[in-house]
């Protein structure tokens, strides 16, 4: 399969397997961008990654399912965008082969599954504090579609750093094969994360939202200095920001560890540390979540200076 032309359009299990078999049997393999719809360049960049690496001769499957089980609000799930038509051109247009879009009982024939994922301690911080339930109803669907898809390769977004961190946790511990990539958060022009919920804020919380890079980017500016200079820099950014209701600012490791309360260098394992600063806040009635890499101890570019040097 070589992308570049009409996707064939799967609803059903049956008609996905089909349409994999000839992949299967000529050795190709499957890039896999599981998504919940109302496509938009961030997606597009997920779509366009998963075909650069698994090459011409692979598969690039797309699934498009809103999974009731993440939803804990029954009015978000009520009011999450379908646009299945603008979904199947921005696969088109970016090479994928097959868009699996199952309606809810093909996907949970019997109702909600009486056997489903535990995810764990990591999801009851950040995210899922504010959202219980949320990324066991997220990796119980992720697992099901890795089970219906057979992906070699999957790619998610680190707009949803939670998601991915914990993805590749469930991956490991439970051996399911599959290699899972990150693609990096694709951003407006003012540095606002591209999310589908953008569609929701007006144009003055539009502008009010780009105010959330602005507190990221300040605190990994800041993070040479340590965790609580990282912090202080954000939320002076917090206080020039309008309309912005915070929920969470956190620095934490690259695998999620809390180091909000470290208070020095020195207590960090090692330095330079990489990490990551996360934000959450409501803007109107639109809840927004994005996060930045960050390097604690040593600037980005030091990092970036020594890896080149060593090379
Ligand atoms: O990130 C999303 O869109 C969803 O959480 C996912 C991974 C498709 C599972 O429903």
Redesign the pocket.
């Known amino acids: 399969m070589s992308g570049g032309t009409t996707p064939a359009l799967a609803a059903t299990r049956a008609a996905l397997a089909e349409v994999l078999a000839p992949v299967r049997s000529s050795g190709g393999r499957v890039a896999f961008v599981?998504?919940?719809g109302a496509l938009h360049d961030g997606h597009a960049g997920l779509v366009r990654l998963a075909r650069e690496v698994v090459g011409p001769d692979g598969a690039v499957v797309v699934?498009v399912?809103v999974?009731p089980l993440?939803f804990d609000d029954a009015a978000d799930l009520e009011r999450y965008p379908r646009t299945l038509d603008a979904d199947l051109a921005v696969c088109a247009r970016e090479g994928a082969d097959v868009v699996f879009a199952p309606a809810v009982d093909e996907v949970y024939p019997g109702g909600p599954p009486q056997v489903t994922v535990h995810p764990g301690p990591l999801a009851d911080v950040l995210e899922g504090a504010s959202r219980p339930g949320h990324f066991a109803g997220?990796l119980t669907?992720?697992a099901k579609l890795f089970g219906l898809v057979r992906p070699d390769v999957a790619v998610?977004g680190e707009k949803?750093y939670q998601?991915l961190t914990l993805v590749r946790r469930m991956v490991a511990d439970l051996c399911l094969g599959v290699e899972v990539v990150g693609a990096p958060t694709r951003r407006e022009a003012d540095g606002l994360a591209m999310s589908s919920r953008n569609r929701h804020l007006d144009a003055v919380e539009r502008e009010q939202a780009a105010a959330l890079h602005r507190v990221l980017a300040a605190a990994a500016g800041a993070a040479s200095q340590g965790v609580p200079a990282a912090l202080a820099a954000a939320r002076a950014e917090l206080r020039e920001a309008h309309g912005v209701d915070l929920d969470y600012l956190a620095v934490t490791d690259v695998g999620l560890a809390d180091l909000t309360a470290t208070a020095s260098l020195d207590e960090l394992p090692t330095v330079p540390l990489e990490g990551r600063v996360l934000v959450a806040a409501r803007v109107g009635t639109t809840r927004l979540i994005d996060n930045l890499p960050l390097v604690l101890g040593t600037t980005a570019a030091d990092v970036r200076t020594t890896r080149e040097g060593d090379s």
Request: no cysteine; hydrophobic share 45%.
């Open positions: 599981p998504t919940m699934s399912f999974n993440q997220v669907v992720v998610f949803d998601q």
